[in-house]
Structure formats: structure tokens, C-alpha cells
């Protein structure tokens, strides 16, 4: 098993709820105002309340610590660009008239395309050096993510 194993099965658990937003935006249109309202709440719940701490655990404990094995100091800075990226469209989102369907479908389809390739930056350019990092190096990465985004990276 690799070491960045636990982190990976996590990206894995945020993707499938990633799956949402893109079936939100194909649904969006069909939808009533109220039932239009109701999924972008679900939406932003899930973007505000889990997605936006872990991308904040990735900027506080992440993105230095593979700066640091990379041997570049700036290397994460087009990772934390994304972060901004995305953050921009949640509160987009969360501004947009629910009678706006042009919009919302934009930013629903923008965030699920948008989170998804930030995904697949962090799983084929980071998490390889992790995994070739001694496995106190990791496996400390590992603890203070979860600390910080309030779950547990834990080795099983």
C-alpha cells in the first residue's frame, strides 16, 4: 500500500460527491426555483463545509512540506491559484439568482471541471513524492491534514 494511500481513498470520497455538481448543472433547467434553491444549498454545503477546510489543511500543511521535497519553495503556488479559483466560484455560486440557470450551469459545470483536474494535479504530481518521502515525513503530513480538516487520515 502506498503511503498516501489514506489520502487518496479521501479524493476518491470527494469526487463521487464531485459527481453532484455536474449532474446538478445537467439538471438545473429542469428544475422549479425552489428545487433549484435546494441543490445549490447541497451544493454549497458541501463546497463550504468539507471541500473548502480540506483545501485549507492542503495550503497549512500539504503544499509546503512538498515544496520542501521538491527542493522549490514557489511549487504549490499553482495549486493555491486553483484553491482561489474555486472559492471565487462557491461564492459566485452562492450570489447567483436562483432564476439565472445560464449562470448557475456555468459555475456548476466550471467548479466540477475546475476541482476535478486540481484533484488530478494533486494525486500525479504530489502525492508520488510523498510516497517516496521516508514514511515519518508522510505519515506526519498525514496527521496535521487531518487535524486541521477535522478528520483522520489514518494507515489500514
Do not use: C, N
Amino acid at each position: 500500500m502506498r503511503p498516501t494511500e489514506p489520502f487518496r481513498r479521501e479524493h476518491v470520497e470527494l469526487l463521487s460527491h464531485l459527481e453532484h455538481l455536474g449532474e446538478a448543472a445537467r439538471k438545473v433547467a429542469r428544475l422549479t426555483i425552489e428545487e433549484r434553491e435546494a441543490v445549490v444549498a447541497r451544493v454549497l454545503g458541501f463546497l463550504r463545509g468539507t471541500l473548502v477546510p480540506h483545501a485549507k489543511a492542503e495550503e497549512e500543511v500539504l503544499y509546503p512540506e512538498w515544496a520542501k521535497l521538491v527542493g522549490f519553495g514557489d511549487a504549490a503556488v499553482p495549486m493555491v491559484h486553483d484553491h482561489v479559483a474555486i472559492v471565487a466560484r462557491i461564492d459566485r455560486l452562492a450570489e447567483t439568482d436562483p432564476e439565472d440557470i445560464d449562470t448557475l450551469q456555468e459555475l456548476l459545470y466550471g467548479l466540477y471541471a475546475l476541482i476535478g483536474v486540481h484533484f488530478r494535479k494533486e494525486e500525479d504530481l504530489q502525492l508520488p513524492a510523498f510516497d517516496a518521502a521516508p514514511p515519518d515525513v508522510t505519515e506526519a503530513v498525514l496527521e496535521r491534514m487531518a487535524a486541521l480538516a477535522g478528520h483522520a487520515h489514518t494507515h489500514t
